[in-house]
């Protein structure tokens, strides 16, 4: 079937405007030019909005993946598949994974880290409508320490100067946030979990030069050293954040930040385990991660800081589109459905501080997903997303990609 984005009505049996809300009974969600214009029964869709009638469905918000890496291909070796194909195809592989998130119901992506040229244009490509996928916020190369996490793909900076011109540069490619490495990680053979990268003075540095352009910043940290660092520093979110400690929580919620635990990505590293040709040192650390990870879930709810859904998609074993993954982990960990949902929608929508994404309102882009099964009884409900809108336009319906979307 084909929709014009330009006035149509989505009607369903319940919809959730936002994850916290009460869903509403036979409802309809207005739209105009790819923007939510109101949401009603049906009773009062307004006359000249053709109706579309998605049956006994649930239709929530697009959902967001707040980590992903568009470079990477998900494979056992992601780094050295980039390294083994040109710039170009890489960019142009970006949008094929970003519409492999998108027919996954993810309807807008946060790249935090990737050469940025390639994940740029990516980003251009779909804003333009050269091609369908999900929305790219970008971080561009991430900000590193000479040898530091992710130094094969970074920006190399050392001691503050350093830093501020990394970030600049980075600004003036137009990112939409700053990605910084604050500690050391899971795969690199030679580094620590608790090791701290950049120091809280080059964070400090990072932070002031983003918050003075209007960017917000994402600190990569697994250590209860570089967690805190992030937070003194000031950063917006801890990605990973596996070692939060109850004291550390406590300074994040006074700080208003925000926790992406990631933990399907060391989740997927013990599923795989060595038996699937992994090395031992990353399903050592990895299952260490893990463990922590779930309490750090535990840690941040106690204190009340918002849980955001991030995947580290296209990282080794990840594959692009599998937030609900993730998200039926922090069900595990302790959130409840609702509160997952919210981690893939309004937390993850105010982390990127988008007050038009992740709720269905006046305004708000729409982006809609359907299921079958009610999600705020069973998260797994947002493994079987049946129906994709985005930016008004149907993508995916009773479960097959709409003809004229890109494949991928
Ligand atoms: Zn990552």
């Given at each position: 079937m084909s929709v014009s984005p330009e006035k149509v009505a989505y009607s369903a049996s319940r919809v959730l405007p936002d994850a916290h809300a009460e869903p509403m009974v036979d409802a309809s969600v207005v739209v105009e030019d790819g923007r939510v214009v109101a949401v009603t029964r049906r009773a009062g869709i307004p006359?000249?909005?053709?109706?579309v009638d998605l049956g006994d469905r649930w239709l929530l918000p697009g959902m967001i993946d707040l980590h992903v890496h568009l470079v990477w291909d998900g494979s056992a070796e992601p780094l050295r598949a980039m390294q083994s194909?040109?710039?170009?195809?890489?960019?142009?592989?970006?949008?094929?994974?970003?519409?492999?998130?998108?027919?996954?119901?993810?309807?807008?992506?946060?790249?935090?880290?990737?050469?940025?040229?390639?994940?740029?244009?990516?980003?251009?490509?779909?804003?333009?409508?050269?091609?369908?996928?999900?929305?790219?916020?970008?971080?561009?190369?991430?900000?590193?320490?000479?040898?530091?996490?992710?130094?094969?793909?970074?920006?190399?900076?050392?001691?503050?100067d350093g830093v501020r011109w990394a970030v600049r540069s980075m600004l003036a490619e137009h990112v939409d946030l700053i990605k910084v490495m604050a500690g050391g990680g899971v795969f690199p053979r030679g580094e620590r979990l608790d090791s701290v990268q950049l120091g809280l003075d080059e964070l400090t540095a990072a932070v002031t030069e983003a918050?003075?352009?209007?960017r917000r910043v994402a600190a990569h940290a697994h250590g209860l050293r570089a967690i805190k660092n992030s937070i003194v520093a000031g950063v917006d979110t801890i990605e990973h954040s596996c070692f939060l400690d109850a004291e550390a929580a406590a300074l994040a919620k006074e700080n208003d930040q925000v926790i992406v635990p990631t933990l399907v990505a060391f989740h997927r590293y013990v599923e795989l385990g060595t038996?699937?040709?992994?090395?031992?040192?990353?399903?050592?650390?990895?299952?260490?991660?893990?463990t922590g990870g779930f309490e750090a879930v535990g840690h941040a709810r106690a204190a009340g800081v918002p849980v955001g859904a991030g995947t580290d998609a296209g990282g080794r074993g990840k594959p692009h589109g599998c937030l609900a993954a993730e998200l039926e982990l922090l069900v595990k960990a302790g959130l409840t459905p609702r509160e997952a949902l919210a981690a893939?929608?309004?937390?993850?929508?105010?982390?990127?501080?988008?007050?038009?994404?992740?709720?269905?309102?006046?305004?708000?882009?729409?982006?809609?997903?359907?299921?079958?099964?009610?999600?705020?009884?069973?998260i797994g409900a947002l493994t079987r997303i049946d129906t994709v809108i985005a930016g008004g336009t149907p993508v995916v319906r009773d479960g097959r990609p709409v003809l004229g979307t890109v494949g991928g």
């Open positions: 006359s000249g909005y053709p109706e194909e040109s710039a170009e195809l890489t960019a142009i592989r970006c949008v094929q994974r970003a519409h492999r998130h998108l027919v996954n119901g993810v309807t807008t992506v946060r790249d935090v880290g990737g050469p940025h040229r390639m994940v740029l244009a990516a980003r251009s490509a779909i804003e333009d409508g050269v091609a369908s996928g999900a929305r790219v916020l970008a971080a561009g190369s991430p900000i590193v320490m000479t040898g530091g996490h992710g130094h094969e793909m970074g920006v190399i900076a050392d001691g503050v918050h003075n352009n209007g038996e699937n040709g992994l090395p031992a040192h990353p399903v050592e650390k990895a299952g260490r991660a893990l893939a929608t309004t937390v993850a929508a105010s982390a990127c501080g988008r007050d038009d994404l992740g709720a269905l309102r006046a305004g708000a882009a729409a982006d809609l997903i359907a299921t079958e099964a009610d999600p705020t009884a069973d």
